[in-house]
Every structure is written in C-alpha cells, then in structure tokens.
C-alpha cells in the first residue's frame, strides 16, 4: 500500500451520472465508461492494487468504492471514492466489503494519507504495524490490515516476490559492513538504481522496505 496521487479532474462520464438517480450496475457505467475509468485509476495507481498492490489482471480487477455503496450511496460516481482493486478471495475490496461494519475512517485512504507512515512490509509478505504510532494511528493501521486483509492470501504472493530482493538486501549489507568509504559510495549508487528499477513494480512499497532493511 503506497501513497497515490489523484489526479483531480474526474473521468467525464462520471459527470452524467447522479447518485439516488442512477445505479452502478454491470451496464452502468457502460463498458466504454468503464474503460475511461480504468485509464485514470492506471495513471494513478499503475496496473496494481491500490491495497495490497499486487498485479492488476483483466480478469483479477475491480473498480472499488472505497466506502461502500450501501453505506455511502453519495460516493456511487464520486472520482475520489474509486479505487483499482484486485478480486482475490478473501482480500482487499472484497473482504473490505464483507468484513462487518467498522467506523471508515479508521481505514487509510491512499491518495490523502501515506500508507508509509503506518505499514511495514517484510520479506516474509507480512505487514506490520509501524513502531512508535500514536494510539490512534497504532489503531488505524491495525484496522486497516483488518480490513483489507492484508496478510491473507496477499502475503504469499509477495513472500514470493521478495526472495530474491531479500537475498540482494543481504549482498548489500554485508558490502555495508566493509565501512569502506569508496564501496559505500557504489553501494548507495546501486541502492538508489534499484529502487528506481522497482519503483513502478507489483508490490513496490515491500520491495522498497527490503532493499532498505526497514524489514
């Protein structure tokens, strides 16, 4: 879960339509409209959930509401209430959904507030509450994990991802422990490369925490 950058001008076709008028339904908004919708979320998020941010399939996505419908009908066709989830079972939107009440703003909304001050990621796929929250924020990102079910099936996925990023950490720290000063140069060099490489990757923000043993 990473921070998002909403682009505030809506996709158009969400302008046609109004909530207590118009439904969301499998036809509306219309395939084309859907379409429209998904390009502004890729901008976004890139081709991957804005919860777990594992990759995005044409037959393993859904445009999500992040508060509910039944509970929030205003946010049917609000731009801002729309995410990119994935449609594994038991994760993310759709355990979000089915996972009883909870009060939504305990929940972390990406494009607002960083996920990064809340969430570690570690190499064994887990995520973690981040040390030295306030009790409210220690709330929120427990919550959060709840919710989303962020260490259900997501977490083998990237347990998987990470190995071989987990193995790179361990060649850099043990170059680290040189303290020489012309290997650390490189080294800082090739850090800053990799993360570069990996920055638009599935599962990024867990990369990143390895590569920089926040893990």
Known sequence: MQYLRRDPAAPT????YQHGKDKWSMQSPTPPERQEIWTKLFAMQGKRCAYCEADLTDTEKEIEHFRQRDRYPKGTFDWTNLFGSCKRKNTCGGHKDSCGGYVHSDLIKPDTEDPEHF???TAMGTVHVRRNLSDQDQRRAKETIRILNLNGPSKALRKA?????????NEFADLAASNDPSIMFLLEDEIRNELSATAE???ATAIRHVLT???
């Open 119 to 121: 969430l570690l990621f």
């Open 201 to 203: 990757l599935p599962y």
């Open 161 to 169: 991802q990470l190995q071989q990023y987990k193995k790179k950490a």
């Open 213 to 215: 043993n926040q893990s």
């Open 13 to 16: 076709c969400l302008a046609k």
